[in-house]
């Protein structure tokens, strides 16, 4: 019984520690219709089974059935919000934190969220 509430505990800890932001699109087919692609929210086409990665840092897979999209931004928490403050590098999906009085200095983090 202790094995099973352990892993029980380490199971919902994960969970609580992946909880990526994600978007549905259902793929809509109609009868007859053989199209093997997706298309997304701009009008996009996209093969089944193909990734990429859009403009608003998300990553998207197509499926027969959907276009399941995730972001790919972490956001830091944990640091020192009175002397730090996060800056968004859109370049590259991700946030970096710096000390307000002098931006060339970085501050710890010790938490982040998806």
Excluded at 2 to 28: D, K, Q, R, Y
Aim: glycine share 4%; hydrophobic share 30%; net charge positive.
């Amino acid at each position: 019984m202790n094995v099973l509430l352990g892993g029980f505990v380490i199971f919902a800890t994960f969970v609580t520690l992946c909880n990526a932001s994600c978007f549905f699109i259902p793929n809509e087919r109609f009868p007859g219709d053989s199209t093997r692609e997706c298309t997304d929210l701009k009008g996009n086409k996209h093969p089944i089974n193909s990734k990429w990665q859009t403009d608003n840092c998300e990553r998207c897979s197509c499926y027969e059935t959907e276009i399941i999209c995730c972001t790919l931004i972490a956001t830091p928490v944990g640091y020192d919000k009175k002397r730090c403050q996060r800056i968004f590098k859109k370049e590259d999906c991700k946030y970096i934190v710096v000390e307000k009085k002098d931006s060339k200095k970085t501050c710890p983090i010790d938490q982040w969220i998806l």
